[in-house]
Each structure stands twice: as C-alpha cells, then as structure tokens.
C-alpha cells in the first residue's frame, strides 16, 4: 500500500512538473519568437528565451528559499511557544 502511495504521488508530481514546464515554455515562447517567415531560430530570439528561462528558474529558486526561511521561522516560533528552545520562556 504504501509503494501505491509512493507511486501515485511521483506520479502527480511529475504531472505538476509537466504542467509547469508547458506554462513557462508557452509564456517564453509567446514573449520571445516573433517571426514566423523562417524556420530558422534568430538569435534574438534564443537569447530572450534564453533569459527567460533564466529569470523563471531564478524565480522558483528565491522562492523556494523565502519558503524555507518561513518554516524555519515558523517552527522556531512554534518550538519557543512550547518552551522547547534553549533559553526561551514565556
């Protein structure tokens, strides 16, 4: 039971991940290729998706920390109110 578990959450995760991934290369896409007369990739073109990308993952990872930083915040706050910290009491 407990690898079904497992396995179907890989399984909504990778879901999650494909939905993201589609969302930033459509944004990156519409944002960034303008000409459609050519099969050939300007380079402005890959370069502002290039950027793009950049700015997305530099995003999901300053958020990922800040995220972090509040459950670290809030465990803290938690284990205070408990008196479970050295040197704290109410």
Do not use: W
Not at 5 to 23: A, H, M, R, V, W
Not at 32 to 58: A, I
């Amino acid at each position: 039971m407990a690898a079904q578990t497992t396995e179907s959450d890989q399984i909504k995760q990778f879901k999650e991940f494909l939905g993201t991934y589609n969302k930033v290369t459509e944004n990156c896409f519409m944002d960034c290729v303008r000409d459609f007369t050519t099969r050939e990739v300007k380079p402005e073109e890959s370069s502002c998706s290039e950027s793009c990308l950049q700015k997305y993952l530099k995003m999901t990872q300053r958020i990922s920390m800040r995220f972090q930083e509040y459950h670290i915040q809030q465990n803290e706050a938690l284990a205070a109110k408990a008196g479970l910290m050295p040197g704290t009491r109410i």
